[in-house]
Every structure is written in structure tokens, then in C-alpha cells.
């Protein structure tokens, strides 16, 4: 080899580690920026999480007067297969399901509601409650009614964002008791 053909070798080898050198500071600088959207992303939706689940139970159905106290809940949708994009949505209410409710719950008789019927069935313990045996009992006193767990749940919690009851949990218990009036009015 001569020196001639060492020196064009070397010279490319120099190009080529500049520009490998070159290429590798974007890439670093686009991942980088990538990185940066990712976590504001990423907080941007553990914010809209917390959210949700701070007002989870704001869809029980004491809030909603036009819902009969026994219709169905509206089922969440299914998750998308594996790789596909993922977007949590609100369930959509269809008006002849809204119109239903309402032309049933003119023909009954008004049921008490259920956080009135959990409140006065948590008001006979002074020890904290499990929302399973709320339910379970809820099931016994009240064999027509027949709510899912998720919604004795939703509607025991909506009762703490009231006021109404507290919430303690015992490792990964959740338990429940009610808020004593006296004691609640003591303490404003």
C-alpha cells in the first residue's frame, strides 16, 4: 500500500466517522425531544387518571333522578386489540334510553335512593364496613334491588366526596362508616 492510497483510506475513514459522529448527534437530539413530548404526555394523563377517578363516583345513580334505580348500567367498551391506538371515552347515553327512563320512572312508585338506603344501612355500625357487606346485606334487606358491586362502590364514594361517610383503608381493604351528624356539625 502506499502513502497516497493509506492517505485517501484515512481521509475516508476521517469523513465517515464525522459524518457517523454528525448523524448520531441528531438522532440523539431528535430521541431527546422525543422524550420531552413523551413526558408531558405522560403527566398530562395521569392528571386526566386522577381526575377520572376523583369523580368516578359522581355517575352513581343518586345523582341522576331520571335513571330508574334498577335499569342497567351502561357497560364500559371493550379494550382495542394489542397494538391498537388506546383512548379511554365516556359512555354514550342514546336518547331512546334517556326517553325510557324517564317514561318508566313516571309509572312507578319512587324507590328510596341508593346512597340513602347504603347511608342508613352503614348508620346501624360503629365499626367501619366493607362495601362487599354493604352490598351483600343491601341484597338481603332489599331482594328487588340489585346493584353491581362497582356501583355500591361508585355510590359509597360519591357519599365521601358529600360528606356523608368516611373512607379508611386497611391495606388494600377499602372500609366505610358513616359521618355522625353531631360530630360533622361540631367540627364547622
Do not use: C, W
Not at 43 to 50: G, S, V
Not at 52 to 79: I, W
Not at 91 to 115: E, N
Not at 144 to 150: H, I, K, L
Amino acid at each position: 500500500m502506499t502513502s497516497q492510497s493509506a492517505a485517501t483510506l484515512r481521509s475516508r475513514y476521517v469523513e465517515q466517522a464525522a459524518s457517523d459522529l454528525e448523524e448520531n448527534r441528531r438522532r440523539q437530539q431528535e430521541l431527546a425531544e422525543k422524550i420531552t413530548v413523551l413526558k408531558q404526555e405522560e403527566a398530562l394523563l395521569a392528571d386526566i387518571l386522577n381526575l377520572a377517578e376523583r369523580y368516578e363516583g359522581f355517575a352513581d345513580a343518586s345523582r341522576l333522578p331520571e335513571q330508574l334505580q334498577d335499569e342497567a348500567p351502561v357497560t364500559k367498551a371493550k379494550r382495542p386489540a394489542a397494538g391498537a391506538t388506546s383512548r379511554r371515552t365516556a359512555p354514550v347515553k342514546t336518547a331512546s334510553a334517556g326517553t325510557s327512563a324517564k317514561a318508566g320512572a313516571k309509572g312507578k312508585s319512587r324507590q328510596p335512593l341508593l346512597g340513602d338506603l347504603l347511608a342508613d344501612l352503614l348508620s346501624k355500625y360503629d365499626e367501619p364496613r366493607l362495601a362487599k357487606e354493604l352490598r351483600d346485606e343491601l341484597l338481603e334487606k332489599h331482594p328487588d334491588r340489585n346493584p353491581t358491586p362497582q356501583v355500591v362502590r361508585n355510590t359509597l364514594e360519591s357519599l365521601v366526596a358529600k360528606g356523608r361517610i368516611q373512607r379508611r383503608k386497611q391495606q388494600r381493604s377499602v372500609m366505610y362508616t358513616l359521618v355522625k351528624r353531631d360530630a360533622a356539625a361540631g367540627s364547622d
